[in-house]
């Protein structure tokens, strides 16, 4: 199979700080320095981009040395933190911004999908902005003239196709820009988070329009995406980035594996340092943290008969004496497993801790997060955090019964009995 | 990449930190040759969509300059205008100027005007200048039209006062509208590239250009008594001038021309075109990381 992109030694730096205030000075001596064959003073090389870390450098790595290839027809799923990259890559790959250092070799036409309905001009009919769109997205206009039929279908817009596109709906907006973006015929496909936008039915077309545009047409697709569920069903490769660097290539499911245990496995204990304080102006998590409630050790490992004990440590801010939490159970792949809440006594400007205890026997061997949740007691919204804390269960070795993962979302212990030689009841 | 031949190694497209300082990449931009024609219908529609008069305002606009510099410069200032009746003069410079004019202050802002764009999708950037100086062009011609037909009638109605008296400078007219073109495209280039670092330019550009058109031969000829002693030469370095009183060399055979003065018009143009690609070149790889 012959190479679609070769990426080797890729890195892209940027600076931190003000942009554009104070610069003349440092232009002039990164200019002197080059002039002088120097090392530029201002890029000091060895920085991690890591966003939570302090460091008195002001420039990091969005981009670390990355090296990888794809191949042409393959789909490949870019997943990571926020901030570790993604769209950075994305950005170089499709020419937005240049790297500091490396190459990238890219093989065939490369349309890029970092939005929908780039350049649509409100004052232009629907029409002319399918023209205006498509060749900013590189068609040629022979090209969308042989295909205007099928977008306009595509789109369902065709009532108002002759409409400026200002006085279309939000959603009829983003469908006919979508159908401009889904008639490309790149060799390569580059799409960022564009299907956060539309309805559900509308996410479902055009997921099913990029499964049909990297199956069955051979093209290379790259998606980045943090629903991980799409990434696994539209990709067949996976790319997982970690703060700037490659950690893994390889088989979607692998690297999505990857990425959910090492992602979720980091934060089974959440502290607010002196860079980065959890919480806002109503209160301030001083840590929030799953402990094993059944060991004498809180850090073990948390065994799938182990009591699961959230604990939160807090300030609140807020004249109130009581604090509503609450948290969602999830899955690592986001679906939610339970809710819980209570109304708590939390005297102000005074470290409270509150606990919860999930009973053991209960969740199954899996990966689960916590959205966590604060309110006033008369529900109005303090604080809120996706994916706080996530911890793992783990299905230990015993002397019998069953060993491992058994299907569902949780795995209580139920009372199973028998009785034999009644049959009345049946 | 010619060194390999193998056909593992025919890559289309080749990303780099490395990038030669001249290249344009003009090929590529004449693959993206329907956007340029798109952008300039674009350019030409949406100015006057939701307007009553429409491209009628293409005439009001050097029609009422015109009036006015007639006042302030023609009745109120008396600077003379080489013989040749007031509002010929004024309304021919009105519209060559609006024509550098428009060219530099549009192409002045393209990086921050098109940032969403530039920051979402790859294409040669270079489109966006060169739609700005065809729409222009087309502009332009609109308004050349209203000249002529201003022209004819002095030459029919007024021949007492007006004799039509062109020369074959005239056949120059394309060349000094490229030249123009090309100073307007190179400054603009060169000011939007420094605006996506250094904010101030914008400021400058406002009244720079209007600064600029009196240091230009716009409401005056270049040759006259009355400038010399004002401003001794001075003037007449301004690469602009050449290109005015050339063209009123064409039109009415009364500018000063010579052809080492020409030379040196495109001798500034080709050097500030050279600084523009460089600088343009530099800033279109990375500037969306400072805008």
């Known amino acids: 199979m012959s190479k679609a ?31 002088r064959g120097k090392e530029d003073p201002y890029m000091v090389i060895g920085k991690q981009n890591n966003r939570e870390a302090g460091g008195k450098q002001d420039v990091v790595y969005s981009l670390h040395d990355i090296n990888f290839t794809i191949n042409q027809g393959d789909s490949v799923g870019i997943i990571g933190r926020n901030g570790a990259g993604k769209s950075t890559l994305l950005k170089v790959l499709s020419r937005i911004t240049s790297p500091t250092s490396g190459t990238v070799k890219v093989r065939g036409r490369v349309a890029s999908l970092l939005e929908v309905g780039t350049g649509f001009h409100p004052e232009l009919s629907g029409r002319e902005n399918i023209f205006l769109n498509g060749s900013i997205l590189g068609m040629r206009r022979h090209e969308i003239n042989a295909k205007l039929d099928e977008i306009i279908e595509f789109s369902g817009v065709e009532r108002y196709i002759d409409t400026p596109v200002k006085r279309y709906s939000s ?33 479902k077309k055009c997921l099913g329009k990029m499964n049909q545009v990297s199956t069955s047409e051979g093209r290379t697709v790259l998606f980045v995406s943090h629903n991980l569920t799409a990434v696994e069903t539209l990709c067949n490769q996976g790319i997982y980035l970690d703060m700037g660097r490659l950690a893994m290539q390889g088989p979607t499911l692998d690297v999505v594996r990857e990425y959910v245990s090492r992602d979720l496995l980091a934060r089974r204990v959440v502290q607010s340092t002196e860079i980065k304080r959890l919480g806002n102006e109503h209160l301030t998590i001083v840590e929030a943290a799953v402990e094993n409630g059944s060991s004498e050790n809180p850090t073990d490992i948390i065994d799938i008969s182990s009591d699961v004990r959230l604990k939160i440590t807090l300030i609140n801010h807020t004249k109130d004496h009581h604090l509503s939490v609450g948290f969602d159970l999830k899955t690592a792949k986001e679906e939610v497993v339970f809710g819980s809440g209570g109304k708590l006594h939390s005297p102000p400007g005074m470290p409270t801790v509150f606990t919860c205890v999930i009973p053991g026997n209960f969740l199954n061997d899996d990966l689960y997060q916590m959205d966590i949740y604060f309110h006033t007691p008369s529900m109005s919204k303090l604080f809120a955090q996706r994916s706080m804390v996530s911890f793992e269960i783990k299905d230990q070795a015993r002397d019998n019964g069953f060993l491992g993962k058994i299907n569902g979302m949780i795995r209580p212990q139920l009372q199973w009995a028998s009785s034999a030689g009644i049959t009345k009841n049946v | 990449m010619s060194a390999n031949a193998e056909s593992q190694e025919q890559w289309d497209v080749v990303i780099e930190s490395d990038y030669p300082l001249f290249n344009l990449r003009l090929k590529e931009a004449w ?24 491209p009628v305002w293409f005439f009001i606009q050097p029609m009422l300059t015109t009036l006015t510099f007639m006042v302030i410069f023609g009745a109120i200032a008396q600077i003379p205008t ?60 609109l308004q050349s039209v209203l000249f002529v037909l201003v022209l004819l009638y002095y030459v029919y109605f ?94 009415f055979g009364t500018g000063f021309f010579e052809w080492w003065y020409f030379g040196y018009a495109v001798t500034v143009t080709v050097v500030l075109m050279f600084v523009a690609i460089i600088v343009f070149n530099k800033v279109e790889r990375n500037f969306i990381d400072t805008v």
């Not at chain 1, 006919?176 to 060799?187: D, K, Q, R, T």
């Not at chain 2, 693959?31 to 429409?54: E, M, P, S």
């Not at chain 2, 040749?84 to 005007?113: A, E, M």
């Open chain 1, 5 to 35: 992109i070769e990426v080797s030694h890729l890195s892209k730096l940027y600076r931190l700080g003000s942009i554009g205030t104070g610069n003349l000075s440092h232009d002039f001596q990164r200019w002197l320095a080059k002039v």
């Open chain 1, 171 to 203: 959603g009829m907006y983003v469908r006919l820009a979508f159908a401009v973006a889904a008639h490309l015929e790149p060799e390569i496909l580059i799409v960022d988070e564009v299907l956060a936008v539309g309805d559900a039915e509308f996410q």
């Open chain 2, 31 to 54: 693959n993206y040759r329907d956007l340029l024609w798109i952008l300039v219908f674009r350019n030409f529609v949406a100015q006057y969509k939701q307007t009553l008069l429409g």
């Open chain 2, 82 to 141: 080489g013989g040749i009746p007031q509002p010929l003069f004024y309304l021919s410079g009105v519209v060559i100027w609006t024509y550098f004019s428009d060219c530099l202050v549009k192409t002045s802002t393209v990086f921050k005007d098109n940032a969403g764009v530039f920051g979402k999708v790859y294409f040669p950037r270079l489109i966006i200048p060169l739609s700005i100086i065809v729409s222009n062009l087309i502009k332009f011609a």
């Open chain 2, 158 to 251: 007024k021949a007492d006062v007006f004799q039509l008296y062109t020369t074959s400078f005239l056949f120059m007219l394309p060349v000094f509208l490229l030249l123009m073109a090309l100073l307007g495209l190179s400054l603009g280039m060169i000011i939007s590239s420094l605006t996506t670092k250094y904010r101030d330019l914008a400021f400058l550009v406002a009244f720079g250009v209007q600064l600029l058109m009196y240091a230009t031969p716009v409401v005056y000829p270049l040759d006259s008594e009355r400038v010399r002693s004002i401003a001794g030469n001075f003037l007449q370095w301004n690469p602009l001038a050449p290109i005015f009183e050339g063209v009123r060399k064409g039109l």
